[in-house]
């Protein structure tokens, strides 16, 4: 699986769009993106995942660039319910594969 | 909605002493896996199965570390001896085998402190 780098906090007021960015230069033709994120003393939280097109759900948008080789997480409207840290992962579906989490992104959400 | 269960939340022990671990995936999930995170640092996969049958055992430390899946169900971690390093958050996660691109669904883990 290729490997990721995110920025390891970022802050953000509530209400307004959190913006996560991850870097996946070395990523394959065949592996997606997946976002989880996970709030403190919880399990993590699949949120979305995508291949090349952006992708949409009710928890947030994912913006892959053509080349694929960087990605952003967008939450909207943050609420404080929304600060945790958040895992960008590259793999290859399937329930064979296995997440690799990195360290994340912390993401505060203030008021 | 359907959640992993895992029991205990909190384990306490002392080095030497032996632990287990329970996790009760969501009804139908055949893959059940077994992270561990130590604090400041995301999961680290330890054990998968596929209904019974390990899929994935290379970062398990297997001197001390155990795991099974009898009926395909339910799944206990066990550690013995347990040492001060292996104080850590293990969680359990499980996804279906059908969908191609499953997410995985975590469990609330088991805080696991050894003194």
């Known amino acids: 699986d290729a490997k990721t780098t995110q920025p390891p906090s970022m802050d953000c007021a509530e209400g307004r769009a959190a913006n996560l960015p991850c870097n996946h230069s070395t990523i394959s033709g065949n592996e997606y993106v997946y976002w989880y994120r996970q709030i403190h003393s919880q399990g993590p939280q699949y949120i979305i995942h995508g291949l090349k097109n952006n992708e949409t759900n009710e928890m947030a948008s994912l913006i892959i660039t053509e080349d694929r080789k960087s990605s952003t997480l967008i939450l909207p409207h943050a609420t404080l319910r929304d600060t945790a840290v958040y895992y960008c992962?590259?793999?290859?579906?399937?329930?064979?594969?296995?997440?690799?989490f990195g360290t994340g992104t912390r993401l505060q959400v203030t008021l | 909605e359907a959640e992993v269960a895992q029991s205990p939340r909190y384990k306490i022990t002392e080095k030497s002493q032996a632990v287990a671990f329970w996790c009760d995936p969501i009804?139908?999930?055949?893959?059940l896996y077994w992270y561990r995170q130590i604090l400041g640092q995301g999961p680290e996969l330890l054990v998968q199965?596929?209904?019974?049958?390990?899929?994935?055992d290379s970062q398990l430390p297997k001197d001390r570390f155990s795991a099974e899946r009898l009926k395909g169900v339910d799944s206990t971690l066990k550690i013995q001896p347990a040492e001060l390093g292996d104080s850590a958050m293990y969680l359990c996660a499980s996804s279906p085998a059908i969908r191609a691109k499953a997410e995985q669904f975590f469990g609330p883990g088991t805080r696991l402190t050894v003194l």
């Open positions: 992962i590259v793999r290859v579906p399937g329930t064979a594969s296995k997440l690799t």
């Open positions: 009804s139908g999930h055949a893959t």
């Open positions: 199965f596929q209904d019974e049958s390990v899929v994935d």
